[in-house]
């Protein structure tokens, strides 16, 4: 059986159509979209149409463009984009390839030529490892100046049989992308190039536990019942490497690399992963396979057999990522037995370097292609964890970031380090959440890196080992174990939500996590608030990644709100768009928002489960229509194979507004027969009782006005039902500015005088630019002055 031939599928010639090429000579150009043209110099005039390691698909629909041709050169002229190749053999040159954006910045800028260098809005980097702080990223698909470049020349080609080959001698084979500041569609046509990302699983929504420690099985079970017994659910459980043996003799190597057991520590594998998967918990276990298989491993013996070595002479085996029979009794004879026990899925955590015997072959990337693809090989949804390995690996989700340093200034890369991947197309990664190594214990840091987490991607805890350095919230006293608590019950609410847009990046190449310019292109700020992010369809998050201000006892993240009305998700309190601010927070507090019209399902338990729920809360906000669509299925099988419910709000200040969700659509299998509905309507207020109906039926609910809005309590109903609720006479709920303003006051550091004369300015004056001034005139610390703006002029007069 070679494991590998399932790609076939995939990797038939992928030719394009007639009418999208121009050939002369040994060059080819293909007009994929109206902005995207692949060139190719070929001496030997073999032209590429099969797969490679980037590029699965090149049949894109035929696209209009006028083609100049003359004895001298080439133009070809889409709506986007015009080239100009001077005939000329020999190869590319600065002098006979030149490509300019139509209708872009400027003709200067906007023009490139072969070889020339250019800065992107950057991509992301291959590891975190030991970085302390920033460190430089790839280059990426986005552009200000309008224009990106993908070179396909040095990588491998996917054969029909599924393995791999070099590419022709001298091949150069590029991809001009000029869509100007169009950056969602420069994603979305790249994916269609080469592959959209998967669905993950839904379990690897929820909060992971990790750390590179030796766990036996009593110690993770009694740590797992303690996580329980507070009420935090974990839904992934990762070992790192001290699951398999690690003390070897030292003709064996470093122990780094292993396939069996440790039954000092796990005496019975089986009943220890039977557990986690009884507790509700999937399984990953660690990977370092750079030193191959040594003859103490257990499957040393079907190794050798299978690879013609005698296994008596205790020949060590080697790794060799380029020999198919090696590739196959990998899989078959030291993963899929591990699978078989119950290991979920692999953390490939990949230590050899870039470099094989194949020219342009990746190791890491060929472990993360084949591992992904021998994951499947059920039907069941693959899963791996790896590192980044180029262009193309948003295809292997989850990615593994490295061991960062524990500082604060590697939590404020990460935001940035995150949203940026985007522009390349790398949608998932996890990071160490807490730091991984060395650094200070400090309860702030502890804090705000786990409330990133919860607001990223993947939210996986993990540090190095010692007996210090964990990231249990109880290490961290009892303020802190409390906050943490209550973020890692808030991730497992909010994976309906996570998982829905987890759809959506598969379907329509919208990532969760995406730098704000992506819908603000020609917004400068946009590009200044570099850790602020959208947050699937519904959510924006500015991370606080600083200290405290003493002053205040707050911290304070650079904002940018766009033009419209938001919501800040925790305190239901209203702003006012379209304008740059500092955004003050207290240590259990982070600046996320919500838009107006925004819908926002989430999981109303926090059982260690992220199965379907029984009972959803809704977050409605008021001020706009929306629309949302929740996406539901068995959460392990591919692709997508459930329910969608459609659920919108049509809003109408002073007047009738109703919110509606309506019946489910497609396979409704997986769901529960009844389901218990709470919406939480943000903004909201109301004179009146709302309206409701079930299955077109006028019902009795609980409703109760809240300090944000107003929630309703549906009756419990069956999942196939059809739900509304009018508000017949709706306003908008104002903020409790007086609330705000003394509890930012009662917390500052700052003499009471001064609170009191504070206190008589803001409450006596009515106009709040007459306040401000006086405030001014105070002479106040400006964080003071700041932090008391962000309340008053949250919504202005």
């Not at 692999?346 to 230590?351: G, N, P, S, T």
């Not at 050899?352 to 990337?365: C, F, M, N, R, V």
């Not at 709000?649 to 007047?655: C, V, Y």
């Not at 709040?768 to 007069?797: C, F, M, R, Y």
Request: charged share 25%; net charge negative.
């Amino acid at each position: 059986m070679n494991m590998h031939k399932k790609l076939n599928k995939d990797v038939e010639e992928i030719k394009p159509l007639d009418d999208s090429v121009v050939t002369w000579e040994e060059y080819r150009f293909t007009v994929l979209t109206d902005a995207m043209i692949r060139m190719e110099y070929s001496p030997t005039k073999e032209f590429v149409d099969r797969a490679t390691k980037t590029v699965l698909n090149r049949q894109f629909p035929s696209v209009a463009f006028d083609l100049i041709e003359t004895d001298k050169q080439i133009e070809i002229i889409t709506s986007s984009v015009h080239l100009i190749f001077v005939k000329e053999k020999g190869g590319f040159t600065a002098n006979n390839l030149t490509a300019q954006v139509i209708g872009s910045i400027s003709t200067y800028h906007s023009s490139w030529h072969y070889g020339k260098t250019f800065e992107t809005l950057k991509g992301t980097a291959r590891t975190l490892d030991w970085v302390d702080g920033e460190t430089p990223l790839e280059e990426g698909l986005m552009n200000k100046n309008g224009y990106a470049l993908i070179d396909d020349s040095e990588t491998v080609i996917l054969t029909d049989d599924g393995w791999v080959e070099e590419k022709p001698k001298g091949h150069i084979d590029l991809y001009f992308l000029g869509y100007g500041r169009n950056y969602l569609q420069t994603l979305k046509d790249y994916f269609q190039l080469t592959g959209f990302p998967p669905i993950v699983p839904r379990y690897a929504l929820g909060n992971w536990w990790s750390r590179f420690y030796p766990y036996s099985e009593e110690t993770y079970m009694e740590l797992m019942n303690r996580f329980k017994a507070l009420d935090i659910p974990i839904s992934v459980a990762v070992i790192d490497m001290d699951w398999h043996i690690t003390d070897v003799p030292e003709e064996y190597g470093s122990g780094w690399t292993g396939y069996t057991w440790n039954r000092d520590l796990f005496p019975d594998p089986v009943r220890f992963l039977n557990w986690l998967h009884d507790e509700g918990m999937h399984t990953s276990l660690n990977l370092h396979p750079a030193q191959g298989v040594e003859p103490h491993e257990d499957a040393y013996e079907d190794m050798a057999h299978a690879l013609g070595i005698d296994p008596s002479k205790k020949q060590g085996i080697e790794f060799d990522i380029t020999e198919p029979d090696f590739m196959d009794a990998y899989f078959k004879h030291l993963h899929h037995p591990h699978e078989e026990d119950g290991v979920d899925f692999w953390w490939i955590d990949w230590q050899q370097g870039a470099t094989s015997k194949i020219e342009g072959l990746d190791p890491l990337w060929m472990l993360n292609h084949f591992h992904y693809l021998d994951h499947g090989r059920d039907g069941k949804r693959p899963l791996i964890f790896s590192r980044y390995a180029g262009l193309g690996s948003h295809r292997y989700p989850i990615g593994f970031s490295g061991d960062t340093i524990t500082t604060w200034e590697s939590l404020d890369f990460q935001p940035y380090f995150t949203s940026t991947a985007s522009n390349v197309g790398y949608t998932w990664w996890s990071h160490d959440i807490g730091g991984h190594m060395r650094g200070v214990k400090d309860r702030e840091l502890y804090i705000r890196w786990l409330q990133y987490g919860v607001f990223s991607p993947i939210n996986r805890l993990h540090s190095t080992g010692g007996k210090y350095n964990g990231k249990e919230p109880w290490r961290y006293g009892f303020e802190a174990q409390e906050i943490v608590d209550d973020y890692l019950r808030l991730r497992h609410q909010l994976v309906p939500y996570l998982y829905s847009m987890n759809v959506l990046t598969s379907h329509e190449g919208l990532p969760l996590v995406r730098p704000m310019y992506y819908h603000h292109p020609w917004k400068e700020e946009a590009y200044e608030v570099k850790n602020q992010y959208y947050f699937g369809t519904e959510m924006l998050v500015s991370p606080v990644t600083t200290k405290l201000i003493p002053l205040l006892q707050r911290s304070h993240a650079k904002t940018w709100l766009p033009q419209g009305t938001w919501y800040d998700f925790f305190t239901g309190m209203r702003y006012r768009g379209g304008r740059l601010m500092d955004a003050y927070r207290t240590l259990d507090a982070v600046p996320v928002f919500a838009k107006a019209g925004g819908i926002i399902p989430m999981d109303s338990t926090t059982q260690n489960s992220v199965d379907i729920p029984e009972s959803l809360t809704v977050k409605v906000f008021a001020g706009a229509d929306g629309h949302f669509t929740l996406y539901e299925d068995s959460g392990e099988t591919a692709p997508f194979d459930g329910a969608t419910t459609s659920m919108s709000l049509k809003w109408k200040e002073g007047s009738s507004s109703e919110f509606s969700i309506q019946k489910p659509e497609g396979d409704v299998s997986h769901l529960p027969e009844e389901r218990q509905y709470t919406i939480e309507f943000v903004g909201f207020s109301s004179p009146s009782q709302p309206v409701i109906t079930v299955k077109g039926k006028e019902v009795s609910a609980t409703v109760e006005n809240t300090e944000q809005g107003i929630r309703v309590r549906l009756p419990k109903a069956s999942t196939d039902s059809d739900y509304t609720v009018i508000f017949k006479d709706i306003q908008l709920k104002e903020n409790n500015v007086t609330e705000m303003i003394e509890t930012l006051l009662d917390e500052a550091q700052i003499g009471f005088d001064i609170k009191e004369e504070i206190d008589r300015i803001v409450f006596e004056e009515g106009n709040k630019q007459v306040v401000l001034g006086h405030l001014l005139a105070l002479d106040l610390e400006t964080d003071l002055v700041k932090a008391l703006s962000e309340i008053l002029l949250a919504v202005p007069n």
